[in-house]
């Protein structure tokens, strides 16, 4: 099976866990520095595969966020767009709370980030 | 499928040499509790304690809210394939310990949220203040992973509710209500001239800390289906979702769901209630087409008139809430949902994720950036340790003082997506 996706991530723990098994791009930098990222490659024609306001801890409140994209490019998918728009005019809503936190919870936020990217690690390779 | 359920009011809780319920108070045997709750070897200790409507006490971080049940007659257990096997239930009798509940609270991640205020303004937000709760505060082993963590707590709740529940068994109900619904074809012969009416429950499943179980499934990997709407009530569907307080749906609120609750009280009124539709709310975005394509061609197959949709979450779900609602009115079929709102702490910003013109029908649960201020409690049960980094806290929302300011979204229940909360606009 070809895996046709690419991870964006500014998580050093998907990184390291994918590593050698997944195709991903990590760079360090905030929540929104990772949606302006994504809306990016989709501005260059890659799809969204997966939702980038996933996991119920809000915005600026985890530092962390993965998204899956295609790796293959064509047009620009409009439905991409408009997800990713709306997913960045809700991130604006959210003061960064980040700064400043403990190690541990710097931790706990990596992991539910993982397993939430993870989550969709059996769907993208169904097919 | 025809349910009836027995209502057993518990006006008082009581720790005791004897577990039972006897006019109206349940005794607990704190041993014979730890006891089934030590027989995780996950689980380190449990220290147990009650709550009761009115006092200066704060629950936090909770991790789900339990009403007691048991089934009394019918095929099947409560919680069916996670404490009792897997048969299909909903049907026969089941009794239920009214006015308290079973809360389980615990450090689960370093982020951990949910307030319960037993009084003051907090409390007004929160429908568990109204209950006499017993609360497990339950430690790990040391090194224990977050994921077998949260399982242990999730199943030391449930075995413990079954527990109380089976006590139960052979009394007599103060209140007995039954709740039916028909066949496709029964329905309509029935109840030829009202409109056909369902549920449609999404379900919150997008990781560790965001699951719900359905008969012991991992929502993650389910196809939209249908439930009989009392299956519900056997607990059927539990939460395994631990993240943003306001607005996940408890194991309580699925036992005593209120869209439920209200359908049966307009059915055979003004409409037919056929079923509920459950569906997800997976982070793969090819998942979410599947499941809300699904919801509606269901929709669509029962010749459904309209249906209600609620969500769970924010963000992530509002897409798959605003999916469903359009696929399903573009099949005919009318909608209207059940969200809650984060609208900026002013209220003025957009208040979802995402939108459609057919959404044209929609109630909220509440603002959930709205800004709080929580009075010192004298007692706290749980651990205060991470208020500053909780979902709507931030740095300094713990004062010196123990009072808390922070944003709604810390109160466990205030912005419930199925409409279980107070907040009105009234």
Redesign the interface.
């Known amino acids: 099976m070809a895996v046709s996706f690419v991870i964006l991530t500014n998580n050093p723990l998907v990184r390291d866990r994918y590593a050698g098994q997944y195709s991903v791009e990590y760079q360090e930098g905030g929540y929104m520095d990772l949606l302006v990222r994504v809306r990016d490659k989709v501005h260059a024609g890659h799809k969204l595969l997966t939702h980038p306001l996933s996991g119920s801890v809000k915005p600026n409140e985890t530092p962390y966020k993965s998204v899956m994209i295609s790796q293959k490019r064509g047009t620009m998918d409009l439905g991409s767009l408009s997800v990713i728009e709306e997913a960045i005019t809700a991130c604006r809503k959210f003061p960064v709370r980040y700064e400043g936190l403990p190690q541990r919870v710097l931790e706990d936020f990596q992991l539910v980030d993982f397993t939430l990217i993870d989550s969709a690690i059996p769907s993208a390779s169904a097919f | 499928m025809k349910l009836e359920m027995g209502y057993i009011n518990i006006h008082d809780i009581q720790f005791s040499n004897e577990s039972k319920v006897e006019n109206g108070v349940l005794y607990v045997d704190q041993d014979a509790v730890k006891k089934l709750v030590l027989e995780d070897e996950n689980i380190k200790s449990v220290t147990l304690d009650i709550a009761h409507p009115g006092e200066s006490v704060r629950i936090t971080p909770v991790k789900d809210v339990i009403e007691p049940r048991v089934k009394v007659e019918g095929p099947g257990g409560i919680f069916p394939g996670v404490i009792a096997k897997v048969d299909t239930v909903g049907s026969g009798k089941t009794y239920a310990l009214k006015g308290m509940a079973v809360v389980t609270a615990g450090k689960i991640?370093?982020?951990q949220e949910g307030i319960i205020d037993m009084s003051g303004p907090g409390a007004d937000y929160t429908p568990f203040s109204k209950l006499h709760n017993l609360v497990m505060v339950c430690e790990p082993v040391e090194g224990l992973a977050?994921?077998d963590y949260e399982r242990a707590v999730r199943f030391a709740g449930f075995k413990v509710a079954v527990y109380l529940g089976e006590l139960a068994r052979n009394l007599t109900p103060d209140e007995t209500k039954v709740f039916e619904t028909y066949g496709v074809k029964e329905g309509i012969e029935k109840f030829p001239n009202l409109p056909r009416v369902a549920y449609v429950h999404m379900l919150?499943?997008?990781?560790?800390?965001?699951d719900t179980y359905v008969y012991g499934v991992d929502a993650?990997?389910t196809l939209t289906t249908i439930l009989n709407p009392t299956e519900v009530m056997d607990g059927a569907i539990v939460s395994g979702?631990c993240?943003?307080a306001c607005d996940?749906n408890t194991t309580y609120h699925h036992l005593n769901n209120p869209v439920v609750h209200d359908l049966f009280e307009q059915h055979g009124k003004t409409l037919n209630y056929v079923c509920n539709i459950i569906t997800n709310e997976?982070?793969?975005?090819?998942?979410?087409q599947r499941s809300s394509d699904w919801s509606a061609k269901l929709c669509r197959l029962l010749d459904l008139d309209g249906v209600i949709v609620s969500q769970e979450?924010?963000?992530?779900p509002?897409?798959d809430l605003i999916m469903n609602t359009k696929k399903i009115e573009a099949v005919g079929v009318k909608t209207t949902i059940i969200t809650d709102e984060?609208?900026?702490q002013d209220g003025k910003?957009?208040s979802l994720?995402?939108a459609d013109p057919a959404a044209d029908a929609v109630v909220t649960g509440g603002n959930a950036?709205m800004v709080i201020h929580l009075p010192k409690m004298d007692k706290v049960i749980g651990m205060l340790d991470?208020v500053d980094?909780i979902?709507?806290g931030?740095?300094g929302s713990l004062k010196e003082d123990g009072t808390i300011e922070a944003e709604l979204?810390v109160i466990t229940g205030a912005t419930n997506e199925m409409g279980f909360n107070k907040l009105s606009a009234r």
Do not use: C, I, P
Not at chain 2, 204 to 210: A, E, I, M, V
Not at chain 2, 282 to 288: I, R
Not at chain 2, 313 to 316: A, D, M, P, T, V
């Open positions: 991640v370093g982020f977050q994921h919150q499943s997008q990781g560790l800390l965001h993650k990997r979702n993240v943003s996940k997976n982070v793969y975005l090819a998942d979410k979450g924010f963000g992530n509002d897409t984060y609208a900026g910003s957009q994720a995402d950036n991470y980094v979902a709507g931030h740095e979204q």
